[in-house]
């Protein structure tokens, strides 16, 4: 499903949040925006499943148009394609325990409710939990834990695009590698198109296929993730520092020492151990 943006104005207030956006979100892929807080991230998002709606231009998902002339009349139709996982998921919470949330959203858009047991079951397992989470009540769960329970909320009717605003917050070390690997997973075995927002460099490299840099409502970067974190001068004037391991990679270029740029400390150490 093709979700491109056409001269995107989003005004409150006097003030323009997001100015003349124009992107195209890569299908198939792991796309991550980011930028300083205030630079607009979380209000390109919402557009999406329309939250809120452009003050100019348009933004079209698949057959959806977004656009400040006419509210969209089919809008759980949008939703249905486009799954959307908050910064605080438990702000999505409303039922008594973690199987009734997710079966809510299958009783919701009235999908495929046959066997819904066994599905509920199966969204959990995709994000790494299992049947013991079904009775336990979803106030109670840990940052990590209420974030996957929302991601398998969305995953239940099985959307084409996930929208995920903040994963990492609040989130320890570990809670990052499981959700790293989960959404790969997600990623490589059902071809999603997933759409991060975040202030977390180090997240976004290791898990980033595509990235687009936001500054002042404008997007004044975009690239594969290797040539957005390589221009570290460029990223500092917009706030934003370079993931350690790109520093390291790029100080021993500058050495001429040859190494090339790797997601994991693991490869790291064993091109370091190889060439240097």
């Not at 933004?59 to 006419?70: A, D, M, P, R």
């Not at 064993?270 to 240097?276: C, Q, T, V, Y």
């Given at each position: 499903?093709?979700?491109?943006?056409?001269?995107?104005?989003?005004?409150?207030s006097n003030k323009k949040i997001l100015d003349d956006i124009d992107l195209r979100i890569k299908v198939g892929?792991?796309?991550?925006?980011?930028?300083?807080?205030?630079?607009?991230?979380?209000?390109?998002?919402?557009?999406?499943?329309?939250?809120?709606?452009?003050?100019?231009?348009?933004?079209?998902?698949?057959?959806?148009?977004?656009?400040?002339?006419?509210?969209?009349?089919?809008?759980n139709d949008l939703r249905f394609n486009v799954g959307y996982i908050s910064q605080f998921p438990e702000e999505?919470?409303?039922?008594?325990?973690?199987?009734?949330?997710?079966?809510?959203?299958?009783?919701?858009?009235?999908?495929?409710?046959?066997?819904?047991?066994?599905?509920?079951?199966?969204?959990?397992?995709?994000?790494?939990?299992?049947?013991?989470?079904?009775?336990?009540?979803?106030?109670?769960?840990?940052?990590?834990?209420?974030?996957?329970?929302?991601?398998?909320?969305?995953?239940?009717?099985?959307?084409?695009?996930?929208?995920?605003?903040?994963?990492?917050?609040?989130?320890?070390?570990?809670?990052?590698?499981?959700?790293?690997?989960?959404?790969?997973?997600?990623?490589?075995?059902?071809?999603?198109?997933?759409?991060?927002?975040?202030?977390?460099?180090?997240?976004?490299?290791?898990?980033?296929?595509?990235?687009?840099?936001?500054?002042?409502?404008?997007?004044?970067?975009?690239?594969?993730?290797?040539?957005?974190?390589?221009?570290?001068?460029?990223?500092?004037?917009?706030?934003?520092?370079?993931?350690?391991?790109?520093?390291?990679?790029?100080?021993?270029?500058n050495k001429k020492k040859k190494l090339g740029f790797r997601d994991e400390m693991n490869d790291l150490i064993?091109?370091?151990?190889?060439?240097?």
């Open positions: 499903m093709e979700v491109k943006y056409n001269d995107v104005q989003y005004i409150v892929a792991i796309n991550v925006i980011i930028g300083s807080i205030g630079s607009g991230k979380s209000s390109l998002v919402e557009m999406l499943n329309a939250v809120i709606y452009p003050t100019k231009g348009n933004v079209k998902v698949g057959q959806f148009n977004i656009s400040s002339t006419e509210k969209i009349k089919n809008i999505q919470f409303f039922c008594e325990n973690v199987k009734k949330e997710i079966a809510f959203e299958i009783d919701f858009f009235n999908y495929r409710k046959n066997n819904i047991d066994k599905r509920i079951s199966d969204s959990l397992k995709m994000v790494g939990l299992d049947d013991s989470y079904l009775k336990r009540d979803p106030f109670s769960l840990s940052g990590g834990e209420a974030r996957r329970v929302a991601l398998a909320s969305a995953l239940v009717i099985n959307p084409e695009i996930l929208v995920i605003d903040e994963p990492t917050y609040g989130l320890d070390s570990q809670g990052k590698t499981n959700l790293i690997k989960i959404l790969r997973t997600i990623k490589r075995r059902y071809n999603k198109t997933i759409i991060i927002v975040t202030n977390d460099v180090e997240f976004a490299h290791i898990l980033a296929d595509y990235i687009f840099v936001l500054d002042n409502g404008k997007v004044v970067l975009e690239g594969d993730k290797y040539d957005i974190f390589k221009k570290g001068t460029k990223l500092k004037k917009y706030g934003i520092v370079v993931p350690k391991i790109i520093e390291f990679e790029l100080l021993a270029l064993k091109d370091i151990l190889r060439n240097i």
